[in-house]
């Protein structure tokens, strides 16, 4: 079984800053690549960012230059970075990964249960 955990959402004023994390656990062989994806109110799920097993990265226009993805791969994490918060942005977060098991041969896609970022104007 594999598990993702996020943290790190919370309610903040327009203009300023969190930092999401989401590890993944249980029996895993390897993570391919992870991202974010965001579901405001009312709408669908939408990408915010990803990231490879290389380190390439991915963002959506609207989080280009404020939001950063990175990993940690030793740690089986992806944290996105969000700077200069606007309304816009609230919603709710969820992590993605790509992951092995080890009693697995292929990658199988994971979701965490999601945290929500609120945005004050």
């Known amino acids: 079984q594999v598990q993702l955990v996020e943290s790190g959402g919370a309610l903040v004023q327009a203009g300023g800053s969190l930092r999401l994390s989401c590890t993944a656990s249980g029996s895993i062989f390897s993570i391919n690549n992870m991202g974010w994806y965001r579901q405001p109110p009312g709408k669908q799920r939408e990408l915010v960012a990803t990231t490879t097993s290389g380190g390439n990265t991915n963002y959506a226009d609207s989080v280009k230059g404020r939001f950063t993805i990175s990993r940690e791969n030793a740690k089986n994490t992806v944290v996105l970075q969000m700077n200069s918060l606007e309304p816009e942005d609230t919603a709710v977060y969820y992590c993605?990964?790509?992951?092995?098991?080890?009693?697995?041969?292929?990658?199988?896609?994971?979701w965490g249960q999601g945290t929500q970022v609120t945005v004050s104007s």
């Open positions: 993605l990964m790509a992951v092995r098991a080890r009693d697995a041969f292929t990658f199988r896609s994971y």
